[in-house]
């Protein structure tokens, strides 16, 4: 469960859009599918903000369970209220959303195509929307990502990048 807390994280930072240099926020709805090397699957689903503004991203995730993801330059918070417990931690391996906007290869129509740490994403867009995002990350999971009722470059609050820590929760260090 720990790693694929930590593919998500991962995955909260691998925004790509079919106009790249022009992607300056994204909010989404997302379905999330994980299959590991067993052909296991988990999907979850949510929404997901992101901005260039700071780095930062929030993916709220809402089936099957509830839990929160922040992001900004490279520090994960993970808030789960089912298990009343609060993960902080710091990746290295978390690249940075605009290196991956600027890396970003057309590979054929609608299909571009970056490597960051020795992981190939797979990006496939519909005219100026993300339709997915597909990759096998260091554990050999295959996550698909699939957005729809996209809003691109809008305005989101900061404020939406704030978290609050109940009292009662734990807080773990990673």
Not at 5 to 34: D, G, P, R, W
Not at 126 to 150: C, H, L, M, P
């Amino acid at each position: 469960m720990k790693k694929i807390l930590l593919s998500m994280a991962f995955m909260s930072t691998t925004l790509l859009s079919a106009n790249i240099t022009q992607l300056n926020s994204l909010e989404s709805n997302f379905k999330q599918s994980i299959v590991n090397d067993q052909n296991s699957r988990i999907t979850y689903q949510g929404k997901m903000y992101a901005t260039k503004q700071n780095n930062q991203a929030l993916w709220e995730y809402t089936s099957p369970i509830e839990k929160k993801i922040y992001y900004k330059d490279g520090s994960i918070v993970i808030i789960e209220p089912e298990l009343e417990q609060v993960i902080f931690a710091k990746l290295s391996k978390v690249p940075n959303v605009l290196s991956l906007l600027n890396s970003a290869k057309e590979i054929s129509e609608n299909k571009f195509e970056t490597t960051f740490n020795n992981v190939i994403y797979t990006i496939a867009t519909e005219g100026e929307k993300i339709k997915s995002i597909s990759y096998t990350d260091e554990i050999q999971n295959r996550v698909t990502i699939e957005f729809n009722a996209q809003k691109i470059n809008e305005y989101i609050d900061v404020n939406k990048f704030v978290y609050t820590i109940p009292e009662d929760y734990d807080i773990l260090e990673q």
